[in-house]
């Protein structure tokens, strides 16, 4: 199994490992609602090593990300972030990611640990024709990041950075505990925060460094079952679960991330004939009203037939809710409209219910 | 940290016998690998369960896992205050996390579990 550098650090604040898609990560510290409940009040900070680190670089470099992805990367000034996906001709998910606009020729896409491999592949296949060049750099690169709403104070005491001027999808390059750093106001909670890129061989000083500093605003390291409750209540994708290469970039409702004025990508014409016709089922975000917790692969069923499944599922600490996605056929998406869960032998009542399930108040 | 009274499953659970019934619960470690614990679905007052029964199941954040009769009896009382309050389970679990009251069918079966010197053996085989 492979280990983050930041492992050590783990076995320190007895961590609860877990093997996830090849990887050595702590599931959990103290425990998942004490950790969700510090995201939402104060802020958390996770190794998140294991994502995939690509870089596209070259004359054709900004053509070449247009061309893979359904968002407009023209519109990224350098310093600028922006979520988006690769795209199967399909118009289906090879993944989900973030690109980074390092500078006009220079671009930094952020990929998920379980693709990484697969992504870097599929991204040298049809680099073809363009004047690029690629890396996977995801073993060099280590990253943390500090999420909740005092995540800015207790970064702040760290940099020379100002953070105030880095605004949300926004990042920058400095020393952060002494360390090279990329700066990045983006995250995975559904908070206010930063995700901090290293190629240092040691982050475990940055690590110490928030963990020390941020003892009195109440940090705690966090772990991947936490991660998974605060981006399920932030309805943020999480692949494999609840988008994948069997769904489009329209069912999972990520329209906003589909940028069809912008020219040509992989996948346009079948997403743009969705969009005329309109998709047949949708991503819907459902609460469980009877006593349950409804978890991946349950059935999902309305008049005793079954339509779907679960694709995430969970009990929502800050909400104190069960709550989940499924892909519903669209004229059971409506907001209120009652479906069941399948949960052992037992049908539980569930109904839609707007998303996302939990929305931060902005200050 | 474990009762030297009780006697032990592989699945995890504990049974303290008081009597002719037997008390049932899931031990310490077997809390700490479930995480927080949100719901304990609990059996009917009165059902008779025989050894390795389905008692219920116990919903954690991350899990669901069920529970399993360690010995042969009937249900005489189950700790209602887990519809509340599910997380005694995680808090005390060898205590007010007790899970169901069981009428003993024999006391062969709760003989045939393990010591707790037996349990924290097997413990340790098990985070080696």
């Known amino acids: 199994m492979k280990r983050t550098r930041l492992y050590d650090s783990h076995k ?12 050595e990560m702590p599931v959990e510290y103290k425990g998942i609602i004490d950790e969700h409940m510090a995201v939402r009040t104060k802020a958390g900070l996770f190794d998140v090593s294991h994502m995939g680190e690509v870089v596209v670089r070259g004359k054709d470099a900004l053509a070449f990300v247009q061309h893979l992805t359904p968002n407009d990367a023209a ?35 952020v990929v998920n640990a379980s693709n990484a491999d697969k992504d870097y592949a599929w991204i040298v296949a049809h680099a073809k024709g363009f004047a690029v060049t690629t890396e996977n750099r995801s073993s060099a690169y280590s990253q943390l990041a500090l999420q909740g709403p005092e995540a800015v104070a207790v970064l702040q005491e760290l940099t020379a950075l100002d953070l105030a001027h880095i605004q949300s999808f926004h990042f920058a390059f400095g020393k952060v505990a002494g360390v ?31 963990l020390a500093k941020g003892g009195d605003h109440g940090v705690m390291p966090i772990g991947l079952g936490a991660r998974d409750t605060l981006r399920l ?13 069997k769904t489009t970039v329209l069912e999972a409702d990520l329209k906003w991330i589909c940028k069809f004025q912008k020219g040509d990508f ?22 469980i009203t009877d006593r349950g917790i409804a978890r991946p692969h349950y059935p999902v069923l309305v008049g005793g037939t079954k339509l779907s499944e679960v694709s995430s599922g969970t009990f929502a600490p800050f909400l104190k809710k069960s709550i989940g996605l499924a892909y519903l056929p669209i004229e059971h998406t409506v907001i209120g409209t009652e479906i069941g869960i399948g949960i052992r032998d037992k049908v539980v009542k569930a109904k839609v219910v707007p998303t996302p399930f939990y929305k931060r108040e902005k200050k | 940290m474990y009762p030297r009274e009780f006697r032990y499953t592989k699945e995890h659970e504990w049974v303290k016998v008081e009597g002719g019934e037997a008390v049932v619960g899931i031990t310490d470690f077997a809390q700490k690998q479930l995480g927080d614990i949100i719901f304990v679905e609990l059996p009917e007052v009165g ?12 919903e954690s954040v991350k899990s669901v896992s069920d529970i ?44 045939a579990l393990m010591t707790v010197s037996d349990y924290e053996k097997y413990l340790e085989g098990l985070e080696a």
Request: some cysteine; overall charge negative; proline content about 4%.
């Open chain 1, 12 to 23: 320190k604040w007895n961590a609860r490992m877990i093997e996830f898609f090849g990887w």
């Open chain 1, 75 to 109: 519109r990224l000034a350098p310093g600028q972030v922006q979520y988006t996906a690769l795209t199967t001709p399909e118009g289906t998910f090879v993944d989900d990611m973030l690109v980074y606009c390092v500078g006009p020729e220079d671009y930094f896409l």
């Open chain 1, 180 to 210: 090279d750093a990329l700066v990045s106001r983006t995250g995975y909670t559904g908070e206010d925060g930063f995700e901090i890129y290293m190629v240092d061989p040691n982050p475990g000083v940055v690590w110490d460094a928030i």
């Open chain 1, 233 to 245: 209540e932030a309805k943020l994708m999480l692949y494999g679960n609840d988008i994948s290469d």
């Open chain 1, 266 to 287: 992989l996948g346009k014409a079948v997403l743009e004939r969705q969009l005329v016709e309109g998709v047949r089922r949708k991503i819907a975000g459902f609460e």
């Open chain 2, 47 to 58: 059902r008779t369960l025989g050894a390795h029964d389905s008692i219920g199941t116990i």
């Open chain 2, 68 to 111: 399993f009769a360690p010995v042969a009896g009937e249900v005489v009382a189950v700790n209602g205050e887990l519809g509340q309050a599910a997380d005694l389970v995680n808090k005390d679990p060898h205590g007010k996390g007790w899970i169901v009251r069981l009428r003993l069918a024999d006391k062969a079966g709760v003989e």
